[in-house]
């Protein structure tokens, strides 16, 4: 059936006729017919407000000029645009507002883009009539308000066109931006009149984004010159697995300026990371050449681990130099020299002590192209299968338990479909902060009545706009989930057509769940049985009901098993494989999807096709031209077990920062300082580096070209915009060499000569005609095509899992509660919970460099319930230590409701309290991952 | 004045207590809602209202039952009494509610029961605590009475009814601004369209907002029937009216009086005439937002098609007289204050063209007003008109600008010329209405200047 167009309208605009579908504005029917009314308040991705009223129209026969961004046409109706009177009322208003803009104000003063002063230049409003003012109460001059680490309020160059209030309402749904007073003395404010930098604004930019005048605009935090030879660049964020696409804009080989693409998928939001947050590129302390530790700076000692007084910290990282300690322990080396010792050194151990006695920390930071040279170096020239990242310390349990119920990690819907979802279940994700933008997706779809449910031990900010939000204790998801599914079979809510056609297994989950009845899942996870009920109808008897988790669901001992519970719920419903519905584990890293679809991961190859499969490793060996081996290879912690344990002695790392990032730090600095030979790549001297060998300069993802695949599947490209400092070069091409230096070696021992295949890739696009062919599920995506638009994989389908699982049916697989591997005594009577801050990226290497973040939140901190701060007679703000059985570290109390009282929650970005000194390096024995949720601590009043 | 004409104040001048209900209902109270409730239709009683010829008392006139007959048929519906009565010069919702809440009530449960409405609010002027306090009581008794809540009467009608606290601005009596309020949010009113209230009102149902003194009409209308009221008053403006009479008058007051008075009589026979029997220089008819009448134009009666004749309009019924010693400029300048301090601020026409409306003028009444001020303030006027989001910029912003300047351009000329405060003669200070000849919107000229 044909799909019937909408009614036509006709009218006349200007003299012409033309002919529009019925809800089309006036000013929209214009647009289309090349005749531009101005506006000022209006904007075409905001909800029209007509408060400016420069866009009154002449309507023939109406008694009022109507505002065109909001008057619908009507049939046969004459518009006129640009009448005597129409001209005369436009002016009139210019010049009002005009009166008491400050000329120029800061934006025209900038770039010359003041949308006011543009419109007054046009209409040629030279000497305005407005001039003189008697008046002896008028507000302005309003002071400045600079107190946003990022953005610089000049309230006089406001023209109240509201567009700052919609971005922030309805586009961020951060409600932050209202109106104050009335009449002439109405102004914007944040919150209830406090500066902007005091108030609950989270400085993702977005009334900025939208500001036409100089009212709101990005404080200047690179300082160039002119701004007249101003480039931009399109690529895509480097933070998170949201990915949104950025402009940079570069100026004399520096990026002074990040905007968000509109033509992205995230429709040009960004949070304060991606927007704020760029300027780590062009720190002083950037890498620039190769380092060697000097043969006096043996046995390895850490160099500035030992911080304990915060300002000096704070000051190191600022400074252009490295500290002392630092500059007596490595010399400068030339790429050649560093390059060679590396080979020479790792193919020494390889000859020693085979293959396993070598692995390597790729990045989920870098491209795919790079991750895939990465795993490839380690699988063909290491020979070993010990090549892991950080997606094991994320969702390695959620794939885990993806990959045997459903046979496939990927996410199965997008997450923008939240908003055609009836309802969303967000479990262990504190998406505000860790997935922003993200999240302004979920609070859109609450704001328009999708009904949203939020659990998690820790109080998220989305729970403010949640229509449940469910506190359970730490560590007990899988008995709430066994709960939550009891109910719905009880009442038969379940979708019975679905478990009979694409479920196997159903009859074990049914007598699992059986044991979870609500009375007794209260008392296991504290939440009332009417609650459970509630939330389980909500779910239960959902058209279309999707589900959204994170860290909280898999850092646990038991991640694999609440993974497992989250997705037999899923199928349980028959919630998956349509729009608004399905499973999305929200991943971590820019690139964390990618790495792993590339292979960098122990026990798959490219494309998730398994080590151990003989068809699979003989295809790699073909293209390859080496053997594989065909043992999974250690992940992440255990290769650290296993450096302790002296069974791993050379190790390259790119872009990893072990040292802060894993669990049970004091285990990890004695594994590095094990290690015989350790070659770190990275833009920073980070704590890990500090223990390295060979230090080589790397390059940031502004400075090279390459692909990244977001947590929505996406497969974006990335562009340089800038080049690399000094001598740093790119992580694929120190791979590249590297590689090639080892394999000479190694033909040299075994008198192969010339017989070597060198890797020869010029760009990123050869390595990417190399990936595709070996990765079925990447098939069909090319360079060209991603530079048009955003591809997802598998083959542009945004929904997958529509027919049929990978693994055929989708397998229920039962999970019995478990409690967490250490809970609180009488000694450590707390519940340690870990995570992340809005404004830092993991080890904070990169974002701890960034003027902007570093000010909005440069100290560690324990959140802790105000009655427990009570009852430790300590109050908001004071010196606490915090003790596990594995470390203790001191920082300052928050007093906060968001974690419950028992708990207490402190980031792990911050070298000086480093969380993972106290950190439990217990496994899930399925993804192994640590439980980085949950350890008892002890805290006490610092002396 | 005859008092037996006196349909909405007779009861409440003569009987005391009558906001108790049980003194009310002695007196026949409530008799028209149980009259209505067990023996009329709905329909009935639209009817009713549509036939009297009830036109809206809040300002704007318009017909009753016609305002009714728009309303969207979706349920719920809402109503709202707007008792925000924050006019300069008006006060006759207060009278009425201190003095006879019931019968207010009594039109609410009518309205209501007309239109399908079973939650209703009247939204009361804050500094009202009064009578806030006082109609939550009469709510209370009629509560307990069974006339408010479920099954009224055995009828099967429910209906409840709360009252509001107004948010302390002018703009919270415009009848979209007045449900943004009620909502909890800043009383910016709503776009028109398509926010009408009868189509999309209080959130977002079909709403009737309608003025204290029509809630008191309809319960006449209903007791009396349409035959009866329209035996009051003229056949454009049936019904009585209360006249709020005040400033340089004897006997300045509240005057329930029909719209057959011309505004003379109004002012010489019923108030007294002019203080210090002075020369009479102004009157403004309707409210401060009514353009003003010179002394030529004052054999107009008190109707509302009438007033819309010589320029002007009915108003609220707040009548202004002004004396000889007036000085046109500060008039102005007063009411550009109120203006300029009640402009809401959601757009920019009114937000920026007040507070220069009133700064010209204050430039010009102090001496250093220039000759192309008034063209200016002509030109922000014309600027304002129509463009506006409601109408507050144009009914007390301006109309009275437009018509003070107009019609007492000779005053303004001559603190212009003289650069100090100028009070002229009577006689001297106003155009003769034929030489006054409107060009366009907003450009003016007059003939003998």
């Not at chain 1, 007073?181 to 900025?208: L, N, Y």
């Not at chain 1, 915009?721 to 230096?741: H, K």
């Not at chain 1, 997802?792 to 389908?797: K, L, N, V, Y």
């Not at chain 2, 009666?301 to 400029?329: L, Y």
């Amino acid at each position: 059936m044909e799909p019937q167009s909408p009614p036509l309208v006709r009218l006349t605009i200007d003299d012409q006729p033309v002919a529009v579908p019925a809800d089309t504005t006036i000013w929209e029917a214009a647009r289309g017919m090349g005749i531009h009314i101005p506006v000022l308040c209006h904007h075409p991705k905001l909800r029209p407000v007509a408060v400016c009223r420069v866009c009154a129209v002449d309507v023939e026969k109406s008694r009022v000029m109507p505002a065109a961004c909001i008057r619908q046409v009507e049939e046969g109706i004459v518009v006129r645009t640009d009448t005597d009177r129409v001209r005369r009322a436009r002016k009139t208003l210019v010049e009002l507002l005009l009166a008491e803009h400050p000329t120029p104000c800061a934006k025209h003063a900038r770039s010359h883009d003041c949308e006011l002063e543009l419109l007054g230049e046009q209409l040629d409003i030279t000497s305005p009539r407005f001039s003189i003012r008697p008046s002896s109460f008028v507000l302005r001059p309003f002071p400045p308000d600079p107190s946003s680490a990022v953005i610089a309020v000049d309230l006089n160059a406001c023209i109240l066109c509201d567009r700052c209030i919609r971005a922030c309402d309805e586009v961020q749904v951060n409600e932050v931006i209202g109106r104050a007073e009335k009449g002439h003395r109405a102004h914007i404010v944040f919150d209830d009149g406090k500066p902007m930098g005091e108030s609950t604004c989270v400085s993702c930019g977005e009334c900025q984004a939208y500001c036409p005048t100089g009212a709101l605009i990005d404080k200047p935090l690179m300082q160039v010159k002119a701004p007249s030879t101003v480039q931009t660049v399109d690529s895509v964020c480097p933070y998170c697995g949201v990915g949104c696409g950025v402009t940079y804009h570069v100026h004399d080989n520096t990026i002074v300026q990040v905007t968000g693409r509109t033509d992205g998928h995230t429709e040009g939001r960004l949070c304060v990371k991606g927007r704020y947050g760029f300027d780590y590129s062009h720190h002083p302390q950037r890498l620039t050449v190769p380092l060697i530790r000097k043969d006096e700076a043996y046995p390895k000692q850490p160099l500035s681990a030992d911080f304990t007084d915060y300002k000096e910290f704070r000051d190191s990282l600022r400074s252009p130099e490295w500290n002392e300690r630092i500059r007596e322990t490595f010399r400068e080396a030339t790429w050649d020299e560093a390059l060679d010792l590396s080979a020479r050194r790792l193919m020494d151990i390889k000859t020693r002590f085979g293959s396993g006695a070598l692995a390597g920390f790729g990045s989920a930071k870098v491209t795919n192209e790079e991750a895939y040279l990465f795993q490839k170096l380690i699988r063909t020239v290491f020979g070993t299968n010990n090549v892991d990242h950080c997606t094991r310390l994320c969702h390695a349990s959620s794939v885990a338990a993806l990959m045997e119920t459903i046979g496939s990690g990927a996410v199965s819907n997008i997450f923008q479909e939240a908003l055609d979802a009836d309802v969303l279940l967000v479990i262990g994700s504190n998406a505000n902060e860790n997935h922003p933008v993200a999240a302004t997706y979920f609070k859109q779809a609450a704001k328009r009545g999708v009904t949203l449910i939020v659990m998690d031990p820790r109080r998220p900010p989305l729970a403010n706009q949640a229509t449940h939000y469910v506190r359970f204790k730490p560590g007990t998801d899988v008995a709430l989930l066994n709960g939550l599914m009891h109910v719905i079979l009880r009442d038969g809510l379940h979708d019975d057509a679905f478990v009979r056609e694409r479920t196997e297994n159903f009859e074990a989950l049914r007598e699992m769940v059986q044991q979870y009845p609500p009375d007794v899942v209260e008392k296991i996870t504290g939440v009332p049985r009417e609650m459970i009920e509630r939330i389980a109808f909500a779910y239960g008897r959902a058209e279309r009901a999707m589900i959204f988790w994170g860290m909280g669901i898999s850092q646990h001992t038991t991640g694999t098993d609440n993974a497992r519970c989250l997705i037999s719920l899923c199928l349980l419903t028959g919630n998956i494989g349509r729009r608004g519905t399905g499973l999305h584990p929200l991943r971590g890293q820019n690139n964390v999807q990618g790495a792993s679809d590339v292979g960098l991961i122990p026990f798959a190859l490219p494309g998730y096709q398994r080590v151990d499969d003989l068809a699979v490793r003989t295809k790699f060996e073909r293209a390859w031209g080496v053997p594989l081996d065909p043992r999974p290879g250690l992940t992440v912690v255990e290769i650290m077990h296993a450096a302790l344990h002296g069974d791993i002695k050379g190790m390259l790392m790119m872009g990893e920062n072990p040292f802060l990032s894993d669990p049970n730090m004091n285990k990890v600095r004695k594994a590095l300082q094990a290690l015989d030979f350790l070659v770190v790549q990275d833009i920073f001297l980070t704590e890990t580096a500090e223990f390295a060998d060979v230090i080589l300069p790397a390059s940031t993802a502004a400075e090279k070209e390459g692909t990244y695949v977001n947590t929505n599947r996406m497969v974006q490209l990335g562009r340089k915009a800038v080049d690399p400092p000094g001598q740093a070069r790119i992580d694929g091409d120190i791979l590249i060499d590297l590689a090639n230096r080892m394999m000479e070696i190694e033909a040299g021992v075994r008198g192969q000569g010339s017989g070597v295949r060198k890797w020869e890739y010029r760009t990123s696009r050869d390595v990417w005609d190399e990936i595709v062919p070996l990765t079925p599920l990447f098939d069909g995506i090319t360079y060209d095509e991603m530079a048009r638009r955003t591809v997802i994989w598998p083959h542009d389908e945004q929904i997958i899992f529509t027919q049929t699982f990978p693994r055929g049916r989708g397998k229920f697989v039962p999970a019995e509660f478990a409690p967490a591997n250490e809970l609180p005594d009488a000694e450590y009577p707390f519940v340690l919970n870990t995570g992340r801050v809005l404004q830092h990226w993991h080890t904070g290497t990169m974002t701890r460099r960034t003027k902007a973040l570093d000010e909005i939140a440069p100290e560690p901190f324990v959140e802790v319930a105000p009655d427990d701060l009570t009852r430790l007679g300590v109050r908001d703000g004071d010196w606490v230590t915090v003790a596990s059985r594995r470390g203790v570290i001191t920082l300052r109390t928050k007093a906060s409701t968001k974690v419950s009282p028992g708990s207490v929650f402190i980031p792990f970005h911050f070298k000086e309290a480093a969380v993972n000194l106290l950190t439990n390096d217990a496994l899930d024995p399925y993804g192994k991952i640590p439980e980085f949720k949950f350890c008892a601590v002890r805290v006490e009043k610092a002396r | 004045m005859d008092a037996s004409r006196c349909i909405l104040t007779r009861e409440m001048e003569t009987i005391p207590n009558l906001t108790d209900i049980d003194i009310y209902i002695q007196h026949g109270g409530y008799q028209t809602v149980e009259k209505a409730l067990k023996m009329m239709k709905p329909e009935e009683v639209v009817k009713a209202v549509t036939d009297s010829g009830l036109k809206g008392r809040g300002g704007a006139g318009f017909p009753t039952g016609r305002k009714w007959s728009l309303l969207a048929n979706r349920f719920p519906r809402y109503l709202c009494c707007n008792a925000d009565e924050s006019e300069p010069a008006s006060f006759k919702d207060r009278k009425l509610l201190e003095g006879n809440p019931h019968r207010v009530i009594e039109g609410m449960i009518l309205t209501s029961y007309a239109n399908g409405i079973n939650l209703g609010y009247i939204y009361i002027r804050g500094e009202f605590f009064q009578i806030i306090e006082q109609m939550d009581r009469a709510f209370a008794q009629a509560y307990e009475r069974g006339y408010l809540g479920k099954n009224i009467l055995g009828t099967g009608f429910d209906l409840d009814l709360y009252t509001h606290p107004g948010a302390g601005a002018y703009i919270c009596g415009e009848e979209t601004g007045l449900i943004e309020s009620l909502e909890g949010n800043r009383p910016y009113p709503r776009l028109k369209p398509p926010y009408f209230p009868a189509a999309i009102g209080l959130w977002q149902a079909p709403t009737i907002v309608n003025n204290v003194e029509t809630m008191a009409d309809v319960a006449l209308v209903v007791e009396h029937g349409a035959d009866w009221f329209k035996g009051f008053g003229t056949e454009d403006s049936t019904g009585s009216r209360l006249f709020g009479l005040c400033g340089h008058v004897k006997k300045p007051g509240l005057y329930e009086l029909e719209s057959t008075i011309t505004l003379r009589s109004l002012i010489y026979d019923v108030g007294g005439g002019v203080r210090g029997d002075k020369k009479l220089k102004a009157v403004i008819p309707g409210g401060i937002s009514a353009p003003v009448l010179t002394p030529d134009e004052l054999d107009v009666t008190m109707e509302f098609g009438e007033m819309a004749k010589a320029g002007t309009m009915g108003g609220t019924g707040g009548v202004v007289v002004m004396d000889e010693t007036v000085c046109m400029v500060d008039a102005l300048l007063n009411i550009s204050m109120f203006a300029r301090h009640e402009s809401c601020g959601q757009c920019t026409p009114c937000r920026e063209g007040m507070p220069w409306i009133n700064d010209m003028l204050r430039r010009i009444e102090q001496g250093h007003g220039r000759q192309e001020d008034i063209d200016l303030l002509l030109d922000v006027c014309f600027n304002i008109e129509g463009r506006t989001v409601c109408v507050f910029g144009q009914a007390p912003g301006v109309w009275p600008t437009r018509s003070f300047i107009v019609k007492y351009l000779p005053e303004f000329q001559a603190h212009i010329e003289q650069h100090k405060c100028v009070v002229l003669p009577v006689e001297e200070s106003y155009l003769r209405k034929e030489n006054v000849e409107m060009l366009g919107v907003g450009v003016f000229r007059a003939k003998n200047s």
